[in-house]
């Protein structure tokens, strides 16, 4: 990791969906970094705006009913907000790849492995066909997949989940991106395949010197695999800490009730879970003042009025609460 280079920052971005409701803030104001050659987690409950901050850095919002509205977005120092949409498809697959979700809706089923994976190689390196299905070949096999020289004519359905997923790994580094974004990248996988994909894709970063934003729900994986974790909630950032500083000393009372949820080997007896009470608020009726307030056990009057400030409160960490580090509980 070089911390004297950020590959790409993120200031005050805001990015909405425009609904009969009204006007959805799914990203509100969110300004982070990532370093070159880093793993940043990004974390927080569903509906939180984890996966709009990932399409906005891809201009993939869905144009009606979507829109970035508002911010920069700094990609080794260009706008990626101010560029045509030729030089982002010049981007996009090429220098910042995503994994989606899930394989199945992304893999495109009526064409072969082959196909797609020549798709990008020839739009962004200008291979032949020879050269295609060699790097492809390659490819498949750096992921872990079988005999891939017979493979690659096979179709997705041909494939399991784990695999698929390889598939989708070995198409985002085909052009040896800076940036990878892998958007919850272990759903619907069992545990071992789970960890099979995370060794595969860090061993990779640290091969390649990639940058990756890690999307999850899964803490376990967090605290494994990245250097860094940024907390959402109601498309802002609640804190973004070290991993290990995160987890030893939660600055911030949604960041405790999420490590509060989630059952811990090292904590000897184990205690009953707790819960975050309430509800994640509408986010087309967004509370006044912080948007965590209705929630917190810690709450006071200037948190109905006010939107606290993301201040700086350690070495790399950053907290959005009125409260006095001092003020919060340590975590059972």
Do not use: W
Not at 142 to 148: A, C, F, Q
Not at 187 to 197: E, H, M, N, P
Not at 297 to 309: G, H, L, Q, S, V
């Amino acid at each position: 990791m070089d911390k004297s280079q950020k590959i790409i920052e993120i200031k005050d971005l805001q990015t909405s969906f425009y609904t009969l409701e009204g006007e959805l803030k799914a990203v509100s104001g969110l300004s982070c970094h990532v370093y070159k050659g880093e793993s940043v987690g990004l974390v927080g409950e569903s509906g939180c705006g984890k996966s709009a901050c990932a399409m906005s850095i891809l201009r993939l919002i869905p144009n009606p009913p979507g829109r970035i509205v508002g911010g920069e977005i700094l990609f080794q120092e260009h706008d990626l907000l101010k560029l045509s949409e030729r030089e982002m498809r010049q981007i996009r697959g090429n220098r910042i790849a995503m994994i989606f979700q899930e394989p199945s809706s992304s893999l495109n089923p009526v064409l072969t492995v082959k196909q797609q994976i020549f798709e990008t190689l020839k739009l962004h390196r200008g291979l032949d066909d020879g050269q295609c299905l060699e790097e492809t070949v390659r490819l498949l096999r750096l992921v872990g997949i079988p005999d891939p020289q017979l493979r690659v004519n096979d179709y997705p359905f041909q494939f399991s989940g784990g695999m698929r997923q390889r598939i989708m790994i070995a198409m985002a580094l085909s052009c040896r991106p800076e940036l990878l974004i892998a958007d919850e990248p272990t759903t619907s996988l069992d545990v071992t395949v789970q960890a099979q994909l995370m060794e595969l894709i860090d061993g990779l970063r640290k091969t390649f010197g990639t940058s990756v934003i890690l999307i999850t729900h899964n803490l376990g994986l967090v605290a494994r695999y990245v250097d860094r974790v940024s907390v959402m909630y109601a498309g802002r950032m609640a804190e973004i800490a070290p991993t290990d500083e995160l987890f030893e000393n939660p600055a911030h009372p949604y960041t405790q009730g999420l490590l509060a949820s989630v059952p811990r080997l090292d904590a000897g007896r184990q205690k009953s879970l707790r819960g975050i009470k309430g509800q994640p608020p509408n986010l087309t009726r967004l509370p006044d003042g912080c948007s965590f307030h209705p929630r917190c056990e810690y709450a006071r009057d200037i948190c109905e009025k006010e939107y606290p400030p993301l201040e700086k409160i350690g070495e790399e960490h950053y907290r959005a609460c009125f409260l006095e580090p001092g003020e919060l509980k340590k975590p059972r």
